[in-house]
């Protein structure tokens, strides 16, 4: 039987977030504001009608509105797009498709989780190109490059990055495809915090030669109940195995997902303003945090998505210290989730109130340091 290492992350926000009552300052959270589903379907002319869906199985690939709204955002066709259930599945989909005798993934550290525990439980070993706080975090092709090896099967790219927020300039992410592809190396691009961006915006990595992508609603579209996500690739070959394994893994979606996910989608710039609005507004916050913190905390400023990494200065296990806010209500996330115990990741777009409470909850703790 495989032993899949603990999900420390999962393990910490689920103490917290499902407590009764729960964590009043969720800042630990990597989605954006939360959505009713009567928001959600009000966000058209006509409300949308839910009550005649047949609940029943969805094609495999997905539906074709869902498929034509997804390749909508992202700028390609829709015959490159299939549904996923979240993109937690398009991943176990693309590792199991990955996994032969000795082969390894590429990614980035640090990183989300599950990239390394769900890849090694498919049979693939991990190897890790290191963001570097020196660097300011900065996702270089050369560093990626230099991790791959004649059995690399896979390189991972986050952008934007989670937990650090930073961004791989869209050039440069063609660079990297080039020359992933000289090796016969596919390059799959986690995209489930585009578009939110702070400086100039970036077009999708969807359509790149060699190119996988990756996202959901989740992250910047602010829908994690909804589960859906997807991939898109332009190798029709590959699509047809993808369609296959996902057959075998979940069938397909839920029909009633799909509806209120192709409404979110069609809708996706009412969803993303809320977001920007909210985003901006608490990071100018952290902005001030950082800088009246006497020291105490640094940070490399967030290029997009919905999350930062600031680090007790002083180098200290930040578990404590997140432990202590906690039970003031405020939740952070303590870096030893992602193998950096003097970080945190921090968490600012989904508390759309009260997050100036937060911050001065945090200024406290760290002046009590």
Request: glycine letters at 6%; aromatic letters at 8%.
């Given at each position: 039987?495989?032993?899949?290492?603990?999900?420390?992350?999962?393990?910490?926000?689920?103490s917290?977030?499902?407590?009764?009552?729960?964590?009043?300052?969720?800042?630990?959270?990597?989605?954006?504001?939360?959505w009713?589903?009567?928001?959600?379907?009000?966000?058209?002319?006509?409300p949308?009608?839910?009550?005649?869906?047949?609940?029943?199985?969805?094609?495999?690939?997905?539906?074709?509105?869902?498929?034509?709204?997804?390749?909508?955002?992202?700028?390609?066709?829709?015959?490159?797009?299939?549904?996923?259930?979240?993109?937690?599945?398009?991943?176990?989909?693309?590792?199991?498709?990955?996994?032969?005798?000795?082969?390894?993934?590429?990614?980035?550290?640090?990183?989300?989780p599950?990239?390394?525990?769900?890849?090694?439980?498919?049979?693939?070993?991990a190897?890790?190109?290191?963001?570097?706080?020196?660097?300011?975090?900065?996702?270089?092709?050369d560093?990626?490059?230099?991790?791959?090896?004649?059995?690399?099967?896979l390189?991972?790219?986050?952008?934007?990055?989670?937990p650090?927020?930073?961004?791989?300039?869209?050039?440069?992410?063609?660079?990297?495809?080039?020359?992933?592809?000289?090796r016969?190396?596919?390059?799959?691009?986690?995209?489930?915090?585009?578009?939110?961006?702070?400086?100039?915006?970036?077009?999708?990595?969807a359509?790149?030669?060699?190119?996988?992508?990756?996202?959901?609603?989740?992250?910047?579209?602010?829908?994690?109940?909804?589960?859906?996500?997807?991939?898109?690739?332009?190798?029709?070959?590959?699509?047809?195995?993808?369609?296959?394994?996902?057959?075998?893994?979940?069938?397909?979606?839920?029909?009633?997902?799909?509806?209120?996910?192709?409404?979110?989608?069609?809708?996706?710039?009412a969803?993303?303003?809320?977001?920007?609005?909210v985003?901006?507004?608490?990071?100018?916050?952290?902005d001030?945090?950082?800088?009246?913190?006497?020291?105490?905390?640094?940070?490399?400023?967030?290029?997009?998505?919905?999350?930062?990494?600031?680090?007790?200065?002083?180098?200290?296990?930040?578990?404590?210290?997140?432990q202590?806010?906690?039970?003031?209500?405020?939740l952070?996330?303590?870096?030893?989730?992602?193998?950096?115990?003097?970080?945190?990741?921090?968490?600012?777009?989904?508390?759309?109130?009260?997050?100036?409470?937060?911050?001065?909850?945090?200024?406290?703790?760290?002046?009590?340091?």
């Open positions: 039987m495989v032993q899949l290492p603990p999900f420390a992350l999962d393990h910490w926000l689920s917290y977030d499902f407590a009764t009552p729960p964590i009043a300052y969720n800042l630990a959270s990597s989605t954006g504001p939360r009713s589903v009567a928001d959600l379907c009000a966000l058209s002319a006509e949308l009608a839910i009550d005649d869906i047949v609940l029943s199985y969805a094609p495999p690939e997905g539906s074709r509105p869902l498929r034509e709204a997804i390749g909508a955002f992202h700028g390609v066709e829709s015959d490159a797009v299939i549904a996923t259930t979240g993109s937690s599945e398009a991943l176990s989909i693309l590792f199991c498709l990955s996994a032969q005798p000795g082969a390894n993934i590429v990614l980035p550290d640090p990183g989300y599950a990239y390394a525990a769900v890849a090694q439980a498919w049979g693939l070993s190897r890790s190109y290191r963001l570097e706080r020196s660097d300011r975090f900065a996702q270089r092709a560093a990626i490059l230099a991790q791959v090896d004649a059995d690399t099967a390189v991972i790219l986050n952008t934007p990055h989670n650090t927020g930073t961004v791989m300039p869209r050039a440069e992410i063609e660079a990297l495809a080039a020359a992933l592809a000289e016969g190396v596919p390059l799959l691009v986690d995209e489930v915090y585009h578009p939110l961006y702070f400086a100039a915006p970036q077009t999708s990595a359509g790149i030669p060699n190119v996988i992508v990756t996202s959901d609603l989740s992250k910047a579209l602010s829908l994690p109940g909804l589960r859906t996500g997807w991939l898109i690739d332009a190798d029709a070959d590959r699509r047809a195995r993808i369609v296959d394994a996902r057959s075998y893994f979940t069938i397909s979606s839920s029909p009633l997902l799909e509806r209120l996910a192709t409404q979110a989608l069609q809708h996706s710039e969803i993303l303003a809320r977001l920007r609005l985003a901006q507004n608490n990071i100018a916050m952290l001030r945090l950082v800088s009246e913190s006497g020291g105490r905390l640094d940070w490399v400023r967030p290029e997009g998505g919905t999350t930062a990494f600031p680090w007790l200065v002083d180098g200290r296990d930040s578990r404590p210290f997140c202590s806010l906690a039970a003031q209500g405020v952070l996330a303590p870096g030893d989730c992602f193998g950096h115990p003097a970080h945190m990741r921090l968490g600012f777009a989904q508390q759309a109130e009260g997050f100036d409470v937060a911050v001065g909850r945090i200024a406290e703790a760290l002046a009590a340091l």
